[in-house]
């Protein structure tokens, strides 16, 4: 069965812009987390959704926003960016959340300018 | 205080050796799984081990839930094996919690 897909692979944006990017889980997954990757901070949890509702979200501030429609794909938005917004994006895919397995997707490489 | 600790955080190997890899967790994190990253960034699974033992080829895992450990085994290395490897577990507020890793370096 198909992975778990994430759009772009790689973005160069410009201080200020704003980014959307995109997940599509493993058919029959219900979970979407984000995760933001970077060598200072390592891995660090955004938000998962589930069944379209932001059920837990982490500790950034509310630049970082994102939604989930009816077909389980979702979608995370950074608005005005900032340098320290550069970071690998990822994805994770799991059938509940918490307690079942989660499958990663390929991640996007954000680069702010 | 600190939910998920990896050791060693780095490793450097001969080719053909076999290493273990560390994972310490705290009472509120469950449900380990290990994953390797690979250089494009992207974390596979090799593990989902809320307790006991799995292998797969190489590569083994155990978890011993009750004192708070995960063990990651990797026999014979080979170069390919190089990489950062995590292990994270569930927290009860639903999220994935990451350690912060071992690079692990094979050397031919």
């Known amino acids: 069965k198909a992975g778990v897909t994430q759009t772009p692979r790689y973005l160069i944006k410009t201080r200020g812009q704003q980014v959307t990017l995109s997940c599509s889980p493993i058919?029959?997954?219900?979970?979407v987390s984000w995760y933001q990757q970077t060598p200072g901070q390592g891995l660090q949890f955004l938000f998962e959704?589930?069944?379209?509702?932001?059920?837990n979200k982490g500790n950034f501030p509310g630049r970082f926003s994102g939604r989930q429609f009816s077909n389980s794909r979702s979608e995370m938005n950074v608005s005005t960016l900032e340098l320290g917004d550069s970071a690998l994006y990822l994805c994770a895919s799991s059938l509940n959340g918490g307690d079942t397995e989660a499958f990663f997707g390929q991640g996007t490489r954000l680069t702010v300018v | 205080g600190i939910q998920v600790e990896q050791s060693p955080p780095d490793l450097i190997l001969q080719e053909g050796a076999n290493s273990t890899l560390r994972c310490n967790f705290s009472?509120?994190?469950?449900?380990l799984q290990w994953f390797h990253q690979n250089p494009w960034g992207q974390l596979i699974n090799l593990f989902y081990i809320p307790s006991g033992t799995k292998q797969n080829g190489r590569l083994s895992a155990t978890t011993v839930a009750t004192e708070r450990y995960s063990l990651l085994y990797i026999s014979s290395s080979q170069t390919t094996d190089s990489g950062v490897y995590f292990c994270?577990?569930?927290?009860?507020?639903?999220?994935?919690?990451f350690g912060q890793g071992t690079e692990l370096s094979v050397k031919p």
């Open positions: 058919s029959g997954h219900r979970s």
């Open positions: 009472d509120s994190v469950n449900n």
């Open positions: 994270a577990g569930w927290n009860q507020g639903g999220k994935l919690i």
């Open positions: 959704y589930f069944s379209e509702t932001q059920r």
